[in-house]
C-alpha cells in the first residue's frame, strides 16, 4: 500500500494503477485462503490444526485487517486530494487522460474496499468457527454415542466415498439379513408355546362370517330389485314396438298414460330414475337384438343385453322383430313431475334380405 501511494503522489498513475490491481488480486486470495481453511476445520480439526498456533495466527491476521482497513481510508483521502487537483482547472488532453486515469484508479480501489470488507467478515467466522470446532470435539471427546452424521458421513461426503465402498465398511457392522446360528444353550431357555384360541374369539370370528354372508345376500337382493325394476322400464320404453315400427318415446310415454295411468303414476313415483337409466345405457350400447337366449349363455354379459333376453323370454313377440334402433334427437320433453329427458327414436331394424 505504502508503493501505491508513493506512485499516487509522483502522478504515476498507470503503476499505481497496476499497484491496485494488484492488491485487489491479493485481497481475493486471502478471501479463498480462509474459505479452504475453513473447510478443512471443519473436516479434520483435531489432526491437521493445532489449536494454540491457530488462534493466535488468525488473531494476528484479524488485528493486522483492522490496521489495513485504516490505510484503505488514507488512500482514498490521498485519492479524493489528486482528483481535487484536476477538478480546479481547465484541464489539457494530456491531463484529462491522466484525470481518466485517476478515476479508473479510484474504482479499483473501491472494489478493494468492498473484499477488504468481506475478507474482514470471513476472518471472523473462521475464528467463530475454529472455536466451535474445538468445543465440539471437546464435548464428544466424553461423550460415548457415535454422531454418524458429524463424525462419520460427513467426512465420507468429503472424501467422495462411493456406495460400493460404503457397502463394503458397513456390512460387517450392520448386515441387512441377521446371519442364523444354531445355539445348543438356547434349549434351556424359556419355550414359547402357541396359544389357543378362546371360545369367545372363535365366536367373534363366526358373528363376522355371518355378517358378511347377510351382507352379501343384502347386496345380491338389491340388485336384483334394480334389474328388475330396470326391466319393467325396458319394457315401457319398447312395448310400443309390437305395434308401431317407429315411434318417439314421449308419444309412447303419453299414450301409457291415457290408457294405464296407474301404470303411469307408478313409472313417475317408482321407476322414474331406472327408466333414465336404461334409457342411456340402451342408446349407448352396441347390441339392439331381438334373441332366445338363456341366463346361461347370458351371464357374464352386460346388463343390457341380459334384459333384452329376458325380455324375450317373457315376451317372445319381441323375437319375430329381430331388433332395434335407438336414434337420439335434439327435442326434449317434460314429465309431469319436471324432469326433462331426450326423446329417442325407436324403430324397427331392418331385416337384411337373405339370399
Same mark, same amino acid.
Given at each position: ?107 479499483? /480501489? ?182 332366445? /337366449? ?62
Amino acid at each position: 500500500m505504502l508503493y501505491f501511494k508513493q506512485q499516487l503522489k509522483k502522478g504515476a498513475f498507470t503503476r499505481a494503477l497496476s499497484a491496485v490491481e494488484e492488491l485487489k488480486l491479493q485481497i481475493q486470495t486471502q478471501i479463498n485462503t480462509i474459505l479452504k481453511y475453513d473447510s478443512d476445520i471443519r473436516a479434520n480439526a483435531l489432526t491437521i490444526f493445532k489449536r494454540n498456533e491457530l488462534e493466535k495466527k488468525y488473531r494476528d491476521s484479524a488485528e493486522q485487517t483492522k490496521q489495513e482497513k485504516k490505510q484503505l481510508s488514507d488512500l482514498r483521502v490521498t485519492i479524493d486530494n489528486v482528483k481535487a487537483g484536476y477538478i480546479a482547472g481547465n484541464l489539457s488532453r494530456k491531463e484529462q487522460r491522466a484525470y481518466d486515469q485517476v478515476l479508473r484508479i479510484e474504482r479499483e /480501489l473501491t472494489s478493494c474496499v468492498v473484499k477488504h470488507e468481506i475478507l474482514f467478515t470471513k476472518k471472523f467466522e473462521l475464528l467463530k468457527t475454529l472455536t466451535n470446532s474445538f468445543q465440539l470435539l471437546i464435548e464428544n471427546a466424553f461423550s460415548k454415542n457415535l454422531n454418524f452424521e458429524q463424525e462419520i458421513l460427513q467426512s465420507w461426503i468429503e472424501k467422495k466415498i462411493n456406495q460400493e465402498k460404503a457397502h463394503n465398511i458397513l456390512k460387517p457392522l450392520m448386515p441387512l439379513k441377521k446371519i442364523k446360528v444354531y445355539n445348543p444353550y438356547l434349549a434351556f431357555n424359556p419355550q414359547y408355546v402357541k396359544k389357543k384360541k378362546s371360545e369367545d374369539e372363535q365366536f367373534n370370528i363366526e358373528i363376522d362370517e355371518l355378517s358378511l354372508a347377510l351382507r352379501r345376500e343384502i347386496l345380491e337382493q338389491e340388485k336384483d330389485e334394480i334389474f328388475k325394476k330396470e326391466l319393467e322400464s325396458l319394457r315401457i320404453m319398447l312395448k310400443p314396438l309390437l305395434k308401431s315400427k317407429r315411434y318417439f318415446i314421449s308419444e309412447a310415454l303419453k299414450e301409457l298414460r291415457e290408457q294405464e295411468p296407474n301404470r303411469y303414476d307408478d313409472l313417475e313415483k317408482r321407476l322414474l330414475q331406472q327408466f333414465l337409466n336404461v334409457s342411456v345405457k340402451i342408446h349407448r350400447s352396441i347390441y339392439k337384438d331381438f334373441e332366445y /337366449l338363456r341366463p346361461s349363455e347370458v351371464i357374464n354379459d352386460t346388463d343390457e343385453v341380459q334384459m333384452l333376453a329376458a325380455l324375450v323370454r317373457e315376451e317372445c313377440e319381441f323375437e319375430d322383430i329381430g331388433g332395434f334402433e335407438m336414434i337420439s334427437t335434439e327435442r326434449s320433453f317434460k314429465l309431469s313431475n319436471e324432469v326433462s329427458m331426450t326423446d329417442y327414436i325407436i324403430e324397427r331394424k331392418e331385416k337384411s334380405n337373405e339370399l
